[in-house]
């Protein structure tokens, strides 16, 4: 069962670094046909801003999604040696299914915002506030599926004791 839930995580994380990358893309490209517009022809769009800046908040949750399959959130690792490596395990998942009710909170809340603001539309695209505010519960919906998975993979196998945990494998 632990490895169909890796193999589902990677999976996911491959879609969601696509999705990250391609909105970064847009930014870019948005971004860069407004300055064109404003410094080259003295005119503006009345949207791109708008629309980089919600494109952003879907980056910065979906890149936080894979920081947290990929192990890359800030910890402090320096007493980590001196733990045994089965209670470290157990310590590792303890924080993990921590990290996990508050993600589990947090999906919560971001979707009943999400649902709150459904007939509100933003001022220059007229979205509705419900695709803006979509991007935290899909967000910590991720972040929570990676947690758990982790914490199952702690709990199971133990800690790798040859893993640099200061290593950076991150995608984005």
Do not use: C
Not at 15 to 31: D, N, Y
Not at 81 to 98: G, K, Q, T
Not at 146 to 169: E, I, N, Y
């Amino acid at each position: 069962m632990l490895r169909t839930l890796e193999r589902v995580a990677e999976v996911i994380g491959l879609v969601t670094g696509v999705a990250a990358r391609l909105m970064i893309l847009a930014v870019v490209a948005m971004l860069f046909v407004q300055v064109v517009l404003r410094f080259g022809f003295r005119y503006s769009l009345p949207w791109p801003e708008e629309a980089s800046r919600y494109l952003m908040i879907w980056v910065v949750m979906l890149a936080g999604s894979l920081l947290v399959k990929d192990e890359q959130l800030v910890s402090v690792d320096f007493f980590d040696r001196l733990w045994p490596p089965r209670l470290l395990a157990y310590r590792n998942a303890f924080f993990r299914l921590m990290l996990a009710g508050l993600l589990a909170v947090l999906f919560w809340e971001g979707l009943g915002e999400a649902l709150f603001d459904m007939r509100r539309t933003t001022t220059a695209l007229q979205i509705s506030w419900f695709w803006v505010y979509l991007s935290i519960p899909v967000g910590s919906g991720l972040m929570l599926f990676h947690m758990l998975v982790l914490a199952l993979r702690d709990l199971v196998r133990g800690v790798d004791p040859d893993r640099d945990p200061s290593l950076l494998r991150a995608e984005i």
